[in-house]
Nanobody, 124 residues
């Protein structure tokens, strides 16, 4: 059983930056693909970014390409999401996810393990 805990959320003005972290425990972190999803109020959860277990492949949602960067440190069992040039529409609860399926499947939202989520609020 993998446990995921997000941190680093908060409030920021438009154009600002935040870095989210997700610490994993209870499994072999380096064997899992890791991803980030988000859910805005009144909307369905949506895919943000995913990185393969070795870091060799990444997929981003079109809405965050060029602004967000996913990375991982397998020695620290942690995945990160660097968010730059934030917009008010990035406001959401952000969730970390882990899965062993291929990243393309994971990007559809099929993931075995989820964190509890962390709030990110971007004001205009």
């Amino acid at each position: 059983q993998v446990q995921l805990v997000e941190s680093g959320g908060g409030s920021v003005q438009a154009g600002g930056s935040l870095r989210l972290s997700c610490a994993a425990s209870g499994g072999t972190f380096s064997s899992y693909n890791m991803g980030w999803f988000r859910q805005a109020p009144g909307k369905e959860r949506e895919f943000v970014a995913v990185m393969s277990w070795g870091g060799g492949r990444t997929i981003y949602a079109d809405s965050v390409k060029g602004r967000f960067t996913i990375s991982r440190d397998n020695a620290k069992n942690t995945v990160y999401l660097q968010m730059n040039s934030l917009k008010p529409e990035d406001t959401a609860v952000y969730y970390c996810a882990a899965d062993r399926r291929v990243v393309a499947v994971m990007s559809s939202g099929i993931c075995d393990y989820w964190g509890r989520g962390i709030q990110v609020t971007v004001s205009s």
